[in-house]
């Protein structure tokens, strides 16, 4: 079983920054991709950003420009740097992490979630 802490959330004004970040602990086999989402109150949960283990990377539209993923596979942690952010940014924002296990394949692990809000 693998284990994903979230943390960097908090209340932002608009044009600020965070950084949110993700910790994977417990039975790790060999973690391939990383990502964030989001999902805003009365919408579905949509994808941020994420990368591969190598460190190719993929941004929604809405983000691109002021959004930055990256990892750090020693620490088996991925962030998300987030600039200029507006208000409708906010949403909880959830960490999703795939583990490579060669006989059984990916499984996928989600963290619980932290909310980002930015308003004045």
């Known amino acids: 079983q693998v284990q994903l802490v979230e943390s960097g959330g908090g209340l932002v004004q608009p044009g600020g920054s965070l950084r949110l970040s993700c910790a994977a602990s417990?039975?790790?086999?060999?973690?391939?991709?990383m990502g964030w989402y989001r999902q805003a109150p009365g919408k579905e949960r949509e994808l941020v950003a994420a990368i591969t283990r190598g460190g190719s990377t993929d941004y929604a539209d809405s983000v691109k420009g002021r959004f930055t993923i990256f990892r750090d596979n020693a620490k088996n942690t991925v962030y998300l740097q987030m600039n200029s952010l507006k208000p409708e940014d906010t949403a909880v924002y959830y960490c999703?992490?795939?583990?490579?296990?060669?006989?059984?394949?990916?499984?996928?692990?989600w963290g619980k979630g932290t909310l980002v809000t930015v308003s004045s």
């Open positions: 417990g039975s790790i086999f060999s973690i391939n991709a």
């Open positions: 999703r992490i795939t583990d490579y296990n060669h006989y059984v394949g990916g499984m996928h692990y």
